[in-house]
T-cell receptor
Framework: NAGVMQNPRHLVRRRGQEARLRCSPMKGHSHVYWYRQLPEEGLKFMVYLQKENIIDESGMPKERFSAEFPKEGPSILRIQQVVRGDSAAYFC???????????FGQGTRLTVV | DQQVKQNSPSLSVQEGRISILNCDYTNSMFDYFLWYKKYPAEGPTFLISISSIKDKNEDGRFTVFLNKSAKHLSLHIVPSQPGDSAVYFCAAIPFNAGNMLTFGGGTRLMVKP
């Protein structure tokens, strides 16, 4: 049973481009969480999704950021018109149910140049 | 406003000795606490947790202590091993607020042989 898979592991974008980060949860997990870790900081919650639904997006910046978890396929975190301040490590986690422990992927390190 | 704080950004310990990592929180609604370990370029991995109804939980070399009145928890690693060198994050979940973790900023532990 593969763990939480994130790709790409590293992503370089120029300012103004779009970044798409993918997360495939563990098999049987229908709850997905995205966290962001800025340099020298802890992880900050961004968004919690279940299949086809956004449950809590209280940690998402109001503009340029969106997330989805379609019925088929991975969860996608999309950042439009990236800026240097978006450079961070983005971690996805998944769980089978609410209240279950969840498992993190290895992260995508986004660098905006 | 940081609700979970790890005031020591780094800690250096000799192999075989005890490592004590500290964490303070401000939100009285937190009732479940977790410690995660993170190696460079990897996602956080769950280490140990404690519910607010307990004051101690032990798992092998790892023990977590919770002092609710002081809003303080600590992770003890005895004996410390070089493979324990990593960044340790404490995290908290509030009562009845789903599964979202609030993380501290992390403490980098270095265990010297």
């Amino acid at each position: 049973n593969a763990g939480v898979m994130q790709n790409p592991r590293h992503l370089v974008r120029r300012r103004g481009q779009e970044a798409r980060l993918r997360c495939s949860p563990m098999k049987g997990h229908s709850h997905v969480y995205w966290y962001r870790q800025l340099p020298e900081e802890g992880l900050k919650f961004m968004v919690y999704l279940q299949k086809e639904n956004i449950i809590d997006e209280s940690g998402m910046p109001k503009e340029r950021f969106s997330a989805e978890f379609p019925k088929e396929g991975p969860s996608i975190l999309r950042i439009q018109q990236v800026v240097r301040g978006d450079s961070a490590a983005y971690f996805c986690a998944s769980s089978a149910t609410v209240g279950d422990f969840y498992f993190f992927g290895q992260g995508t390190r986004l660098t905006v140049v | 406003d940081q609700q979970v704080k790890q005031n020591s950004p780094s800690l250096s310990v000799q192999e075989g000795r005890i490592s004590i990592l500290n964490c303070d929180y401000t939100n009285s609604m937190f009732d479940y606490f977790l410690w995660y370990k993170k190696y460079p370029a990897e996602g956080p991995t769950f280490l140990i947790s404690i519910s607010s109804i307990k004051d101690k939980n032990e798992d092998g070399r790892f023990t977590v202590f919770l002092n609710k009145s002081a809003k303080h928890l600590s992770l003890h690693i005895v004996p410390s091993q070089p493979g324990d060198s990593a960044v340790y994050f404490c995290a908290a979940i509030p009562f009845n607020a789903g599964n979202m973790l609030t993380f501290g900023g992390g403490t980098r532990l270095m265990v010297k042989p």
